[in-house]
C-alpha cells in the first residue's frame, strides 16, 4: 500500500529565508508525487508534480522539489520564502495503475512565516 | 476556465440527517474524485468516478456515497449523519490522458458540521 510521511507537523521560518519541506513516500513502483498547497478555508493547489525523467521539478510561486529514489524523498525547496507562503503543505502519491486517481497523502506540514 | 465548483459552501446538520454535497469539474475533465479532510484524519480519500462509474472506493461506510451525472458532475451524499461526519469535503477533477498520474485540480470544499 502506498504511503506518505511528512515528518514535520509545523516549521516557522524568517520571511526571506530559504525552506525545505521534507516528504518521504512508501509505494512499490514507480510513484507520482505532487505537492499541494492549502491556506485556511481553501482548497488545495497544485504546487508541482513528478511523474518521470528530470529529477528536480519546478512548480508555481518559485517554489522545486527533488525526486530522491534512493532515499524514497520528494522534498520541497524555496530559496526565499515570503510572508505569502504561510499555509498549510501537502505532499501525495498518485498509483501507477492507469485508472487509479487516488492520491494518499501526507499529514501536512504548517508553515509559518515570522518577519 | 473556471475551475472546480463546489456547493455549497457551508452546510450545518444534525445527527441522523442525510445530505448532498455537489461538485462541478472543470470543463472537459471526467474524472472526480472526492477526499475528506479532518483535523484528526487528515485528507482521506472516498470515492472516484469516471464517466458515470465509481472505480476506486476508499475506506468508508456505506453511508457515504455518490454519483456522477453525464455532463461529469457529481454529488456525493451521507446518510445517518454522525458527529464525526464534520469534515471539510473537497472534490476534485483530472483530464484523463491515457497514462496514470493525472494531476487533480481541487475545489474550494464544502464544510459540513454536524450538531
Known amino acids: 500500500a502506498q504511503s506518505v510521511t511528512q515528518p514535520d507537523i509545523h516549521i516557522t521560518v524568517s520571511e526571506g529565508a530559504s525552506l525545505e519541506l521534507r516528504c518521504n513516500y512508501s509505494y512499490g513502483a514507480t510513484p507520482y508525487l505532487f505537492w499541494y498547497v492549502q491556506s485556511p478555508g481553501q482548497g488545495l493547489q497544485l504546487l508541482l508534480k513528478y511523474f518521470s525523467g528530470d529529477t528536480l521539478v519546478q512548480g508555481i510561486k518559485g517554489f522545486e522539489a527533488e525526486f530522491k529514489r534512493s532515499q524514497s524523498s520528494f522534498n520541497l525547496r524555496k530559496p526565499s520564502v515570503h510572508w505569502s507562503d504561510a499555509a498549510e503543505y501537502f505532499c501525495?502519491?498518485?498509483?501507477?495503475?492507469?485508472?487509479?486517481?487516488?492520491?494518499?497523502f501526507g499529514t501536512g506540514t504548517r508553515l509559518t512565516i515570522i518577519p | 476556465k473556471a475551475g472546480v465548483t463546489q456547493t455549497p459552501r457551508y452546510l450545518i446538520k444534525t445527527r441522523g440527517q442525510q445530505v448532498t454535497l455537489s461538485c462541478s469539474p472543470i470543463?472537459?475533465?471526467?474524472?472526480v474524485s472526492w477526499y475528506q479532510q479532518t483535523p484528526g484524519q487528515g485528507l482521506q480519500f472516498l470515492f472516484e468516478y469516471f464517466s458515470e462509474t465509481q472505480r476506486n472506493k476508499g475506506n468508508f461506510p456505506g453511508r457515504f456515497s455518490g454519483r456522477q451525472f453525464s455532463n461529469s458532475r457529481s454529488e456525493m451524499n451521507v446518510s445517518t449523519l454522525e458527529l464525526g461526519d464534520s469534515a471539510l469535503y473537497l472534490c476534485?477533477?483530472?483530464?484523463?490522458?491515457?497514462?496514470?498520474?493525472?494531476?487533480?485540480?481541487f475545489g474550494p470544499g464544502t464544510r459540513l458540521t454536524v450538531l
Open positions: 470543463s472537459g475533465h471526467r474524472s
Open positions: 501525495a502519491v498518485g498509483s501507477d495503475n492507469f485508472g487509479n486517481e487516488k492520491l494518499t
Open positions: 476534485a477533477s483530472s483530464l484523463i490522458r491515457g497514462r496514470a498520474g493525472n494531476e487533480q485540480f
